[in-house]
């Protein structure tokens, strides 16, 4: 099993930044990829950006420019840098990571975005 415990939403002005954690801990090992993803009620749960192991990463159309996903495999931690954010990114933001046939969710992080 992999926990993962996100940290690092909140309330923020448009225009603002947010800087979005996920410490993995648990069976890590093999972990190939780790991402963020969000949600807003009534939708479904969309890609935000991906990490693969090494240096790979992909990003949704919509947050291209603006956010950045980095990993550090000595603290087993995924981040997402959030800039520039704008209302239409309010949403729970989730983490991901993915181990061979299994994908294990973090209980989510709230970021909103309003004035």
């Known amino acids: 099993q992999v926990q993962l415990v996100e940290s690092g939403g909140g309330l923020v002005q448009p225009g603002g930044s947010l800087r979005l954690s996920c410490a993995a801990s648990?069976?890590?090992?093999?972990?190939?990829?780790m991402g963020w993803y969000r949600q807003v009620p009534g939708k479904q749960r969309e890609l935000v950006a991906r990490?693969?192991?090494?240096?790979?990463?992909n990003y949704a159309d919509s947050v291209k420019g603006r956010f950045t996903i980095s990993r550090d495999n000595a603290q087993n931690t995924v981040y997402l840098q959030m800039n520039s954010l704008k209302p239409e990114d309010t949403a729970a933001y989730y983490c991901n990571a993915d181990k061979g046939s299994l994908r294990f969710w973090g209980q989510g992080t709230q970021v909103t975005v309003s004035s």
């Open positions: 990490i693969i192991t090494g240096s790979i990463t």
């Open positions: 648990g069976s890590i090992f093999s972990i190939y990829a």
